[in-house]
């Protein structure tokens, strides 16, 4: 029986030793993003199903905690102030996402309320046609937390919200304090989307920008069989092992260059 012989080479010894950890990291990484990415989705499911409470209980909730919870807003919506989301791509249309300043009066916040998505010119001659609506609304609403800052090749600048203005970045500290400076109010600190179901607001479907767990996880599967067909490499180039399968006599594994 032909026993197994060892023959390492140095180059196919360092590529394994460099290499197969960190593809091994990286697939216990991916599956970390994966819990995470289940953790989300799970707290997301719980708030949007709660029952909503009124803006000024959230007012001293921490960031994380504010996330996907509904609120209820009870007031009147500021004339002559409409914001424009730029580049929001519905089924491979141009369009804006439009923002109204709604006044809750019990709290005696201002929200920067997302009403739902518009199509816009791509050429970027001019803004959609929107309304402000008149009167006294009792709305619900989910507060959106972005998971991260967007990537913009440079910031707004915006001076005046007398027009309609097209902004990259509506949670921009800089664009949140003109719109406080301007209207008297304080503002509520994240955005709140109108929920599907309420008026006045436009086509209320925004992409879930967090990858599904499973994607992660085929991530890992992927990193993970790289890594065995790296070691497997490495042993059938360091040693006799198919000679050893084959059952050849005096199978060694070729001799290598140093």
């Known amino acids: 029986m032909t026993a197994l012989v060892l023959d390492l080479e140095w180059r196919t010894t360092l590529l ?27 707290q997301q499911a719980a708030r949007v199903s709660a029952e909503a409470r009124p803006l000024a209980e959230l007012v001293d909730l921490a960031e994380p905690e504010l996330a996907y919870r509904r609120a209820i807003v009870s007031g009147y919506f500021l004339p002559g102030v409409v914001i424009f989301l730029d580049n929001q791509m519905r089924d491979g ?28 010119d791509p050429a970027r001659r001019s803004l959609p046609d929107t309304d402000i609506p008149e009167g006294s609304f009792r709305l619900t609403a989910s507060v ?6 967007p990537y913009l090749l440079a910031a707004d600048s915006v ?27 304080r503002l509520f600190p994240r955005e709140l989307r109108l929920a599907p ?22 991530y890992a599967v992927q990193w ?35």
């Open 159 to 185: 001076s005046s919200l007398d027009d309609p203005i097209l902004v990259q970045d509506a949670s921009a500290r800089a664009l949140r304090q003109l719109v406080s400076d301007s209207t008297g109010f």
């Open 224 to 258: 993970f069989t790289m890594a065995a067909a790296l070691l497997l490499f490495f042993v059938a180039r360091s040693s006799n092992i198919l000679s050893v399968i084959r059952g050849d006599r005096g199978g060694a594994p070729d001799s290598k260059e140093s």
């Open 144 to 149: 959106y937390v972005p998971p991260g800052e």
């Open 93 to 120: 249309r141009y369009g804006h996402d439009v923002y109204s300043v709604f006044v809750d009066e019990p709290s005696g916040l201002a929200v920067l309320l997302n009403r739902g998505w518009v199509t816009g």
């Open 16 to 42: 394994t030793a460099l290499l197969l950890p960190a593809l091994i990291a990286l697939g216990f990484w991916q599956l970390e993003r994966a819990d995470e990415k289940t953790a989300i989705a799970s």
């Open 197 to 218: 179901d309420q008026p006045a607001g436009y086509r209320r479907d925004w992409p879930v920008v967090n990858v599904a767990p499973e994607k992660h996880r085929g």
